[in-house]
């Protein structure tokens, strides 16, 4: 007897696709299992926030990489960037109000009460924000056409002024998503939480590279738009499965608690205004360079985002670390232990951002090739944006100090003092870039000192620099009045602090003059018209720079070496890291 054979079971029949469902069912199930789980060892939460924290940055460099590569430093670039600055701005003003840094304390004392009174307390804020951003945003939606003209001018007249509309208001469900978020991401870390809102920007920028990849060719430029709301709302949304397990997703309420609501908005209002003068700023050099040529949002755009990956790793890290610590000392009014936390943190920052500085400023070129360069972003891209981040990074130890300054005043309960001094620097940025751009037309001579020293003589453009200088000016006047400030009221605190200036300084110096030699040897060894060859040739300058570097410390007995040192002997990953917050979008 011939026994037949059974044929297997079609891959199209019903039985392989319940299979195949239920397989994608569990592992969703398990990624939100994993990142909504309870993170209360430290060794573990240091790890994975880590891991996260370097995936959401590698994101961002992929996604700028992206965006040059397929429009390079040029008009349609120049919409999308611009396309930001109203949601932007309406983020920084309104969106800040719910930020984590305010929320989180009283969420933890409205639960802490009961879980009746926290369930309210969040009900009545999320209605409230709900209700001021929605408003808000159908406020700059109605008024962008007559708005966008007048803010950015360089497209007053421009024939894809409705796609700047049209790509702004898409772009207005950024500041509401987002929003939501860090009023969500207050629950998620009460409850120790951490990984859910980790995940956050990774998804964030995620969502852009999905706008670039599929949107751009699908929608034009309003592609791109959509792929910046579709980051926003999985930045939002990652939050909600966790939340909704716990009911502790907020509802619309119409018992509103006013004295609480108001009790909050007097908390973050200074924050918010901080915030806010600084985005004015932003959107002010912004609306200058649409009045220069083309290219040039995105020239300020791309150097701006790479100048501040130092300040990311660095300055933040630092001051988020020292914050919950500065504020229970204040608390306890052990103001000695306050001041020498404060002491080491600036040492510190100062000693692992001095060397970068040098270094972003000698591998400008090849930073910038690596990071942006082929496709539509040509040599003349890269001269120009590879000079303006050498402008920006100069402001990158200031912008890490004043970060500290900010937090050390906030763990004080003195929010006017950092309002005040972001004002002024906010208006010295503003005047000193009209000055500027006034020098640089009317004095032949400027123009060409600044060009031949940042080598970019003969390059079309150049006027855009002026909003870098003006940028770094403003920072540097804000971190003096920052610190003076602050060694007015701690008397031992600049001596120190001043010793390690001196001490990393010089020895970035030097490793920078070795750097730069090497780059000589090397542009002999590597094929320089490509971009491994580059990217390769600045490694090679960068690591024989750092060994210089150390050997030099070494020399000097640098007391901060010494400590590294020690620290990297210790279990490093017992630290707790705290969660980074969104302040922009």
């Given at each position: 007897?011939?026994?037949?054979?059974?044929?297997?079971?079609?891959?199209?029949?019903?039985?392989?696709?319940?299979?195949?469902?239920?397989?994608?069912?569990?592992?969703?199930?398990?990624?939100?299992?994993?990142?909504?789980?309870?993170?209360?060892?430290?060794?573990?939460?240091?790890?994975?926030?880590?891991?996260?924290?370097?995936?959401?940055?590698?994101?961002?460099?992929?996604?700028?990489?992206?965006?040059?590569?397929?429009?390079?430093?040029?008009?349609?670039?120049?919409?999308?960037?611009?396309?930001?600055?109203?949601?932007?701005?309406?983020?920084?003003?309104?969106?800040?109000?719910?930020?984590?840094?305010?929320?989180?304390?009283?969420?933890?004392?409205?639960?802490?009460?009961?879980?009746?009174?926290?369930?309210?307390?969040?009900?009545?804020?999320?209605?409230?924000?709900?209700?001021?951003?929605?408003?808000?945003?159908?406020?700059?939606?109605?008024?962008?056409?007559?708005?966008?003209?007048?803010?950015?001018?360089?497209?007053?007249?421009?024939?894809?002024?409705?796609?700047?509309?049209?790509?702004?208001?898409?772009?207005?469900?950024?500041?509401?998503?987002?929003?939501?978020?860090?009023?969500?991401?207050?629950?998620?870390?009460?409850?120790?939480?951490?990984?859910?809102?980790?995940?956050?920007?990774?998804?964030?920028?995620?969502?852009?590279?999905?706008?670039?990849?599929?949107?751009?060719?699908?929608?034009?430029?309003?592609?791109?738009?959509?792929?910046?709301?579709?980051?926003?709302?999985?930045?939002?949304?990652?939050?909600?499965?966790?939340?909704?397990?716990?009911?502790?997703?907020?509802?619309?309420?119409?018992?509103?608690?006013?004295?609480?609501?108001?009790?909050?908005?007097?908390?973050?209002?200074?924050?918010?205004?901080?915030?806010?003068?600084?985005?004015?700023?932003?959107?002010?050099?912004?609306?200058?360079?649409?009045?220069?040529?083309?290219?040039?949002?995105?020239?300020?755009?791309?150097?701006?985002?790479?100048?501040?990956?130092?300040?990311?790793?660095?300055?933040?890290?630092?001051?988020?670390?020292?914050?919950?610590?500065?504020?229970?000392?204040y608390y306890d009014r052990n103001m000695k232990e306050f001041l020498d936390k404060m002491v080491a943190s600036a040492r510190h920052i100062i000693f692992w951002s001095m060397p970068?500085?040098?270094?972003?400023?000698?591998?400008?070129?090849?930073?910038?090739?690596?990071?942006?360069?082929?496709?539509?972003?040509?040599?003349?891209?890269?001269?120009?944006?590879?000079?303006?981040?050498?402008?920006?990074?100069?402001?990158?130890?200031?912008?890490?100090?004043?970060?500290?300054?900010?937090?050390?005043?906030?763990?004080?309960?003195?929010?006017?003092?950092?309002?005040?001094?972001?004002?002024?620097?906010?208006?010295?940025?503003?005047?000193?870039?009209?000055?500027?751009?006034?020098?640089?037309?009317?004095?032949?001579?400027?123009?060409?000192?600044?060009?031949?020293?940042?080598?970019?003589?003969?390059?079309?453009?150049?006027?855009?620099?002026?909003?870098?200088?003006?940028?770094?000016?403003?920072?540097?006047?804000?971190?003096?009045?920052?610190?003076?400030?602050?060694?007015?009221?701690?008397?031992?605190?600049?001596?120190?602090?001043?010793?390690?200036?001196?001490?990393?300084?010089?020895?970035?110096?030097?490793?920078?003059?070795?750097?730069?030699?090497?780059?000589?040897?090397?542009?002999?060894?590597?094929?320089?018209?490509?971009?491994?060859?580059?990217?390769?040739?600045?490694?090679?300058?960068?690591?024989?720079?750092?060994?210089?570097?150390?050997?030099?410390?070494?020399?000097?007995?640098?007391?901060?070496?010494?400590?590294?040192?020690?620290?990297?002997?210790?279990?490093?990953?017992?630290?707790?890291?705290?969660?980074?917050?969104?302040?922009?979008?």
């Open positions: 007897m011939v026994r037949q054979r059974t044929a297997p079971p079609s891959r199209e029949g019903p039985c392989y696709n319940s299979r195949h469902y239920e397989a994608s069912a569990h592992m969703v199930k398990k990624w939100f299992s994993m990142i909504g789980r309870e993170i209360r060892g430290l060794h573990e939460a240091a790890y994975l926030l880590g891991a996260f924290a370097l995936l959401s940055l590698i994101l961002a460099l992929v996604r700028d990489k992206l965006l040059a590569y397929t429009f390079g430093a040029g008009h349609t670039l120049d919409i999308y960037y611009a396309a930001f600055r109203v949601p932007d701005f309406l983020f920084a003003s309104v969106g800040s109000i719910v930020s984590a840094s305010i929320l989180l304390p009283y969420f933890i004392s409205r639960f802490g009460e009961s879980k009746e009174e926290g369930r309210a307390f969040s009900d009545a804020m999320f209605t409230v924000f709900f209700g001021a951003m929605v408003a808000a945003s159908v406020v700059a939606f109605v008024v962008a056409p007559w708005l966008i003209p007048r803010v950015i001018p360089g497209f007053a007249n421009d024939p894809a002024l409705p796609t700047l509309i049209a790509s702004m208001r898409i772009m207005l469900l950024s500041p509401f998503f987002l929003g939501l978020s860090n009023l969500f991401s207050s629950l998620t870390q009460m409850r120790h939480r951490f990984l859910v809102y980790a995940a956050s920007p990774v998804v964030y920028n995620a969502g852009i590279i999905l706008g670039v990849v599929f949107g751009y060719p699908l929608f034009g430029i309003q592609g791109l738009a959509l792929g910046v709301a579709v980051g926003a709302i999985l930045h939002m949304g990652i939050q909600l499965p966790f939340l909704s397990h716990e009911g502790l997703l907020p509802r619309f309420t119409r018992d509103i608690q006013w004295p609480r609501i108001k009790a909050v908005a007097l908390t973050s209002l200074p924050r918010t205004f901080t915030l806010s003068a600084n985005q004015l700023a932003s959107f002010v050099l912004v609306s200058l360079a649409s009045l220069m040529a083309s290219g040039s949002i995105s020239v300020f755009n791309f150097a701006f985002n790479l100048q501040s990956v130092p300040l990311t790793l660095i300055g933040a890290s630092y001051s988020s670390a020292v914050f919950p610590t500065l504020s229970r000392l970068l500085t040098i270094l972003f400023i000698v591998l400008r070129a090849q930073i910038v090739r690596t990071v942006l360069g082929a496709g539509q972003f040509d040599w003349a891209d890269t001269r120009l944006t590879a000079a303006m981040l050498a402008l920006f990074t100069v402001s990158t130890i200031g912008q890490s100090l004043i970060v500290l300054f900010v937090r050390a005043f906030y763990a004080e309960g003195k929010t006017a003092k950092p309002l005040l001094i972001n004002a002024i620097s906010a208006s010295v940025i503003v005047v000193s870039a009209f000055a500027l751009i006034r020098a640089f037309a009317d004095f032949p001579v400027f123009r060409y000192f600044v060009e031949d020293l940042l080598k970019v003589d003969g390059q079309a453009g150049t006027v855009v620099l002026t909003l870098a200088i003006s940028y770094t000016f403003g920072v540097i006047v804000n971190t003096i009045l920052h610190w003076w400030t602050f060694a007015r009221a701690y008397k031992g605190f600049t001596k120190p602090v001043m010793d390690t200036l001196f001490h990393s300084f010089s020895a970035s110096v030097i490793m920078g003059y070795a750097s730069f030699l090497s780059l000589r040897i090397f542009a002999a060894v590597f094929p320089l018209t490509k971009v491994w060859g580059i990217f390769l040739q600045g490694l090679c300058a960068a690591v024989i720079g750092l060994v210089v570097l150390v050997i030099t410390l070494v020399i000097l007995q640098n007391r901060e070496l010494a400590e590294v040192w020690t620290t990297l002997h210790h279990k490093i990953w017992k630290t707790p890291v705290p969660p980074a917050e969104v302040e922009h979008i």
